[in-house]
């Protein structure tokens, strides 16, 4: 890898060609490092979890699958890149800098979390609740009140891309809070699946198909591949067999490659998602201009998909290396010690720093017009190196390494693995900034501890009051 980066010209000499070796030893590199860190975790580590769910396995993976290889695409068909080159002028040197950045990125991941695995021990004073003795009318109520709650938000402020959460008035700042009560919903489904048998097998169906129903509904389809990790993590270590799911699987797979082009319609229209009648005549409508249209009609918005966003998202580090500092300089590495401030809710307080920055990266870096609100991924490695270059990388995912082993030393390295699994889902998120990242698992992780000590609770209470009955 050292080679590889020593010997490489500069981003400006990269012919067109070259960077094109130089991206796909990289992306072989990731793959390499991905695998060998699978094979260096502890054996305390790997008995405790399956390798595929540790952190850096996971983002390893997620980038190489749904970024690396569509991504690399573009530089084999260019076309599939035009719309990144109208915008910013695209240039395969930096793109293929961009990914030595990534691999730069991952090597201190993997050290951060290899490093914080044998040295960071659970916290002393948290008490493990007993999960296994939680009875299942209590994940039936938890669960069915977390299913009010958002049928009430998608009332009052929508779904998906149509959310608006000025519509809450003056509790608008409550609206992060109703974010996580799907968080609490992922938590009954993996504790349901973690403890699988015949007698809650219902409630496992009645979940999974419900969590499904409010990713269609989202139009986020990309939600599906978490909630699928957490499903079948869970059942692999409630002692089943994969091998009988995989087909399940492969269809649950399916219905999201043709849910996809539908869902994406949804965004092309105006309909007020807080009406069913409207929601109906939506779907319907999406469903004609999709697949009504014909299979390649679908399956090439599908394709777009795979080769648009994802392609932006792996050009993102190289956009950031050509502009910074020599257009934008950097922000200062003070920018890490700002994080701890995010942690506090904004209804706590109302003044607190704006945590995303993605329409301000999107009008400077991808030179939207000014009155742009859209969005553009910068990736966690792209951010880090806007506050301090490469230096600003290695220090951020070391310690982002460091933050994932301590989050898996005090949950599933203490009997909290639901907790664990709900928490996966953020393990996947690097389009994004570095501190929504840290800040939402680390309020999540409250979030979640605070619900299951309190079902702990009432399962305590409920007990005692069984055990002292007469008889």
Same mark, same amino acid.
């Given at each position: 890898?050292?080679?590889?980066?020593?010997?490489?010209?500069?981003?400006?000499?990269?012919?067109?060609?070259?960077?094109?070796?130089?991206?796909?030893?990289?992306?072989?590199?990731?793959?390499?490092?991905?695998?060998?860190?699978?094979?260096?975790?502890?054996?305390?580590?790997?008995?405790?979890?399956?390798?595929?769910?540790?952190?850096?396995?996971?983002?390893?993976?997620?980038?190489?699958?749904?970024?690396?290889?569509?991504?690399?695409?573009?530089?084999?068909?260019?076309?599939?890149?035009?719309?990144?080159?109208?915008?910013?002028?695209?240039?395969?040197?930096?793109?293929?800098?961009?990914?030595?950045?990534?691999?730069?990125?991952?090597?201190?991941?993997?050290?951060?979390?290899?490093?914080?695995?044998?040295?960071?021990?659970?916290?002393?004073?948290?008490?493990?609740?007993?999960? /296994? =003795?939680?009875?299942?009318?209590?994940? +039936? #109520?938890? *669960? %069915?009140?977390? !299913? @009010? $709650?958002?049928?009430?938000? &998608?009332?009052?402020?929508?779904?998906?891309?149509?959310?608006?959460?000025?519509?809450? /008035? =003056?509790?608008?700042?409550?609206?992060? +809070? #109703?974010? *996580? %009560?799907?968080? !609490? @919903? $992922?938590?009954?489904?993996? &504790?349901?699946?973690?403890?699988?048998?015949?007698?809650?097998?219902?409630?496992?169906?009645?979940?999974?198909?419900?969590?499904?129903?409010?990713?269609?509904?989202?139009?986020?389809?990309?939600?599906?591949?978490?909630?699928?990790?957490?499903?079948?993590?869970?059942?692999?270590?409630?002692?089943?067999?994969?091998?009988?799911?995989?087909?399940?699987?492969?269809?649950?797979?399916?219905?999201?490659?043709?849910?996809?082009?539908?869902?994406?319609?949804?965004?092309?229209?105006?309909?007020?998602?807080?009406?069913?009648?409207?929601?109906?005549?939506?779907?319907?409508?999406?469903?004609?201009?999709?697949?009504?249209?014909?299979?390649?009609?679908?399956?090439?918005?599908?394709?777009?998909?795979?080769?648009?966003?994802?392609?932006?998202?792996?050009?993102?580090?190289?956009?950031?290396?050509?502009?910074?500092?020599?257009?934008?300089?950097?922000?200062?590495?003070?920018?890490?010690?700002?994080?701890?401030?995010?942690?506090?809710?904004?209804?706590?307080?109302?003044?607190?720093?704006?945590?995303?920055?993605?329409?301000?990266?999107?009008?400077?870096?991808?030179?939207?017009?000014?009155?742009?609100?859209?969005?553009?991924?910068?990736?966690?490695?792209?951010?880090?190196?806007?506050?301090?270059?490469?230096?600003?990388?290695?220090?951020?995912?070391?310690?982002?390494?460091?933050?994932?082993?301590?989050?898996?030393?005090?949950?599933?390295?203490?009997?909290?693995?639901?907790?664990?699994?709900?928490?996966?889902?953020?393990?996947?998120?690097?389009?994004?900034?570095?501190?929504?990242?840290?800040?939402?698992?680390?309020?999540?992780?409250?979030?979640?501890?605070?619900?299951?000590?309190?079902?702990?609770?009432?399962?305590?209470?409920?007990?005692?009051?069984?055990?002292?009955?007469?008889?």
């Amino acid at each position: 890898m050292l080679t590889l980066l020593l010997s490489a010209p500069e981003p400006d000499r990269l012919r067109v060609e070259q960077s094109r070796v130089f991206a796909g030893l990289i992306l072989v590199a990731v793959l390499a490092l991905t695998v060998m860190g699978a094979h260096w975790l502890p054996r305390g580590a790997k008995e405790v979890l399956p390798v595929w769910v540790h952190p850096p396995v996971l983002m390893g993976a997620f980038f190489l699958g749904l970024y690396g290889i569509s991504g690399y695409a573009t530089f084999f068909f260019p076309d599939l890149a035009s719309n990144i080159e109208v915008m910013v002028g695209l240039h395969y040197g930096y793109t293929a800098w961009g990914l030595a950045l990534v691999l730069v990125g991952f090597v201190a991941l993997w050290a951060g979390y290899l490093v914080g695995l044998r040295v960071i021990r659970p916290l002393p004073f948290l008490r493990v609740p007993q999960i /296994g =003795e939680m009875p299942q009318r209590i994940l +039936w #109520l938890v *669960y %069915v009140l977390t !299913v @009010a $709650l958002r049928l009430f938000e &998608i009332a009052v402020v929508g779904a998906g891309f149509f959310r608006e959460a000025s519509r809450l /008035g =003056e509790f608008q700042g409550f609206s992060q +809070w #109703l974010g *996580y %009560v799907q968080s !609490v @919903a $992922l938590l009954v489904l993996a &504790i349901v699946a973690i403890r699988v048998s015949r007698q809650n097998l219902p409630l496992l169906i009645v979940v999974v198909i419900t969590e499904f129903a409010f990713v269609f509904i989202s139009g986020f389809g990309g939600q599906s591949i978490p909630l699928m990790i957490i499903i079948l993590t869970a059942l692999r270590c409630s002692g089943i067999s994969l091998r009988p799911l995989v087909p399940l699987a492969l269809i649950i797979g399916m219905i999201v490659v043709i849910a996809y082009p539908v869902t994406h319609g949804l965004r092309e229209q105006e309909f007020d998602p807080r009406s069913v009648g409207s929601v109906v005549n939506a779907v319907d409508e999406s469903v004609r201009s999709t697949w009504g249209e014909g299979a390649g009609t679908a399956l090439e918005i599908v394709w777009a998909k795979l080769t648009g966003r994802q392609a932006e998202a792996i050009y993102a580090p190289g956009v950031i290396m050509r502009k910074t500092p020599s257009e934008i300089p950097y922000q200062g590495f003070g920018r890490f010690f700002m994080i701890p401030a995010y942690v506090v809710p904004r209804v706590i307080w109302e003044d607190k720093p704006i945590l995303s920055n993605y329409v301000w990266f999107s009008i400077n870096y991808y030179n939207h017009p000014p009155t742009s609100i859209s969005s553009t991924p910068m990736t966690i490695f792209g951010d880090t190196y806007m506050y301090a270059g490469w230096v600003g990388t290695i220090f951020g995912l070391g310690m982002l390494g460091l933050f994932f082993a301590l989050v898996f030393r005090n949950t599933a390295g203490t009997g909290l693995l639901p907790v664990y699994l709900v928490l996966t889902r953020k393990f996947l998120y690097f389009e994004g900034n570095y501190p929504t990242l840290i800040v939402e698992i680390f309020q999540q992780l409250l979030i979640l501890l605070i619900v299951l000590w309190f079902m702990a609770y009432i399962s305590r209470v409920r007990s005692s009051r069984l055990r002292s009955k007469p008889r």
